[in-house]
């Protein structure tokens, strides 16, 4: 079936450094990966998109790199700040489908 | 409005009764999503709208789960003799057309149902 893992283990990090969040995912061929943030008690806001034919994909502090051999997506946050502290999920769609699926996420902390 | 809203944002009730849930999309957004979470986990889709197409609703859990939409507007979503299993927090979000291209979906804050 498909299945997209992210780590359910928290992610600390100092201050200013960079924090790299992983998503995998098994039986699936997705045109489009997405990331969103959400934080307690909220509905998840929308970061970035990445197409299938697209291997990277930058917006200010955040970059995402999308491998589809590896079936594996990437998200960075450089020069982290404490209110980036959050948690991360991963979503996927197939092309032309409407259906998005969503991975568990990813706590991060980013400790003063 | 600027958002998306649902009403109500918590909501107990007693084991065997109907709940009905609402979302107001944001204006124009002709694509709505229902999604449930349950806590820890990720989100589980229930049930899709397009414009004034037949709802997608291959996610819906039981035949206990319908939801409604008027044209591209209001959605609620309704839960009939509700169980236990029930209780998590039910996501709304729309977007422009079943296209995100850069703009992905923007959700509501939730409905967090508390089955007892």
């Known amino acids: 079936s498909q299945k997209i893992e992210q780590n359910s283990e928290a992610l600390n990090i100092q201050e200013g450094k960079t924090a790299t969040l992983t998503c995998n995912y098994t039986?699936?061929?997705?045109?489009?990966l997405q990331w969103y943030r959400q934080d307690p008690g909220r509905g998840p806001v929308f970061l970035l998109l990445i197409r299938e034919n697209e291997k990277e994909k930058r917006k200010e502090r955040l970059k995402v790199t999308f491998d589809t051999t590896l079936k594996q997506s990437l998200f960075h946050i450089t020069a982290s700040q404490p209110a980036d502290s959050a948690t991360y999920l991963c979503?996927?769609?197939?092309?032309?489908?409407?259906?998005?699926?969503f991975g568990a996420g990813t706590r991060l902390f980013v400790k003063a | 409005g600027a958002g998306v809203s649902q009403s109500p944002s918590n909501k107990v009730t007693e084991k065997g009764k109907d709940v009905e849930l609402r979302c107001d999309p944001i204006s124009g957004h002709t694509a709505l999503y229902w999604y449930r979470q349950r806590l820890g986990q990720g989100l589980e889709f229930l049930i899709y709208f397009q414009g004034n197409s037949a709802p997608d609703k291959s996610g819906l859990p039981s035949d206990r789960f319908s939801a409604e939409r008027t044209g591209e507007s209001v959605s609620t979503l309704t839960i009939q003799r509700t169980q236990q299993e029930d209780s998590a927090v039910y996501l709304c979000?729309?977007?422009?057309?079943?296209?995100?291209?850069?703009?992905?979906?923007?959700f509501g804050s939730g409905t967090r149902l508390t089955v007892v």
């Open positions: 039986n699936y061929s997705p045109a489009y």
């Open positions: 979503a996927l769609r197939n092309t032309g489908g409407f259906k998005t699926i």
């Open positions: 979000a729309s977007s422009w057309s079943r296209d995100t291209t850069n703009y992905g979906y923007t």
